[in-house]
């Protein structure tokens, strides 16, 4: 077994917000208000806050224990796990369905960060005090349609991600989420306060929380389960590769609950702020992907230091994006030095040149490529969907069953921690009832 993980996190708590970090991004605060505020608020939560116990945690934790034990990047975490264990060392595949995921991931994920950048310009410049509807979607229409612009953002995005992770572990990843997570917390209930204060924050509560079971439709559930799933960040192989610079100390089923709670906890809280403000100003929840980039911007035109709320607003998305997207770009950049010998820097040249290149038909789908369609889907949309509807699933499939099949118990009740109740409990969940959830996000999607 060669390329073990030589550095470690230098602290439990940075370990746990690196995750979180990793966990919360995008997902939370641009998909998740939007996804409920399409698919009827209470009755998507409710399945979605299902979803995160009964398939998302338990995906966690496997790829912490398989990360733990591998203690390289994630194909070679797998592939010797398997190897140990007179076990095919194919299976490897399974860590890089993962590694995979990451990288397409993040040729969407560096543009709409750059989408957010863009914004956090426009609200410095004083572009969105006083929008009006036809403004704010004006504003939003004409960023998509100069390529220019959004490549620059995308490239901004990409290097701010390579300078951070150039770095020693704890004096690079672990010190930026150290950072950025505090900060995203504290401008995020700032962001709840202020919806409480100048918005409608009983109609925010009742929109999020009060499901309406008759709007429980097999495509609600699908979404719900789907955005359980990737608001967790499982399937990318993120986990086990922060999972390799574990030491025995953590307890990994407290981990990834931990992770868990505190992303959903973070992913409600976007929504509670986002819909105050919206209703506030009587707008529409259901305004899709567009939902912070048009009508928030109307919102925020309209209320009382809009100009200053809309600045906070959108450095708190940028810094969720960068975290997720550090974690993101770790997973590429382990994966490239051991596969190929490659040295640090020059992993981090060659993934993220890649990505920004591949990224490129993203950019292009909102414009000169826009007439492009696979099976009635832009390429944005396409890579959105094959992301988030069979590469990430599939990666998560293939972890917890070959952590809760494959690895044997005893090595798995040991790397796990100490707790046999929790144990058991994950062991079962991982055996029959996450497989079985993501095999029915699977038939749902077909």
């Known amino acids: 077994m060669q390329h073990k993980n030589t550095s470690f996190w230098s602290s439990n708590l940075g370990f746990i917000l690196a995750c979180v970090g990793a966990a919360v991004g995008l997902g939370n605060i641009w998909k998740f208000p939007y996804m409920a505020g399409t698919q009827g608020g209470g009755a998507f939560v409710f399945i979605y806050l299902i979803t995160i116990f009964a398939i998302a945690i338990p995906v966690a934790a496997a790829e912490l224990l398989v990360g733990r034990k591998g203690r390289s990047d994630a194909v070679s975490s797998v592939r010797d796990i398997a190897v140990e264990n007179k076990r095919p060392a194919a299976m490897g595949v399974i860590g890089g369905i993962g590694v995979f995921g990451s990288f397409v991931l993040l040729t969407f994920y560096a543009v709409i960060a750059g989408w957010v950048s863009s914004y956090i310009w426009r609200a410095v410049s004083g572009q969105i005090g006083g929008l009006t509807a036809d403004g704010a979607a004006a504003m939003f229409g004409n ?26 572990l704890s004096a690079g990843l672990e010190r930026a989420n150290l950072i950025l997570m505090p900060a995203l917390v504290v401008m995020l209930v700032l962001i709840a306060l202020y919806g409480a204060i100048a918005g409608d924050i ?47 100390s953590i307890n990994i089923g407290q981990a990834a609950i931990t992770i868990a709670l505190a992303d959903t906890a973070i992913a409600i809280l976007a929504g509670i702020g986002i819909f105050a403000i919206v209703f506030g100003q009587s707008l529409d929840p259901s305004a899709g992907p567009g939902l912070i980039f048009t009508t928030l911007p109307l919102a925020f035109g309209q209320l009382p230091f809009g100009g200053l709320i809309a600045l906070i607003f959108f450095v708190l998305v940028y810094f969720a994006a960068l975290t997720s997207g550090l974690s993101l770009a770790e997973v590429m950049f382990r994966w ?25 038909s993203t950019v292009f789908s909102f414009n000169i490529w826009a007439d492009i369609k696979i099976a009635g889907r832009t390429l944005f949309d396409m890579k959105d969907y094959l992301v988030t509807a069979y590469i990430m699933p599939l990666g998560g499939l293939g972890v917890i069953l ?15 921690g100490h707790d046999g109740a929790l144990f058991t409990a994950w062991l079962f969940a991982g055996r029959y009832l996450s497989p079985l959830g993501i095999l029915w996000i699977f038939w749902a999607g077909l």
């Open 143 to 168: 960023l998509l349609a100069s390529p220019n612009e959004m490549i620059a953002h995308q490239l901004a995005f990409l290097m701010f991600l390579g300078l951070i992770l150039i770095r020693q």
């Open 202 to 248: 009983s109609a925010s509560l009742a929109y999020l929380f009060t499901p309406d079971f008759s709007k429980i439709t097999p495509d609600v559930i699908q979404s719900a389960v789907g955005q359980g799933f990737f608001s967790v960040g499982v399937g990318a192989a993120m986990l086990i590769t922060y999972g390799a610079y574990l030491d025995k």
């Open 402 to 416: 070959f952590a809760a099949w494959v690895m044997p118990v005893n090595a798995m009740k040991k790397a796990f």
């Open 336 to 360: 490239a030095e051991n596969r190929f010998g490659w040295s640090r820097k020059r992993a981090i040249y060659v993934m993220l040149g890649t990505v920004f290149l591949v990224g490129l």
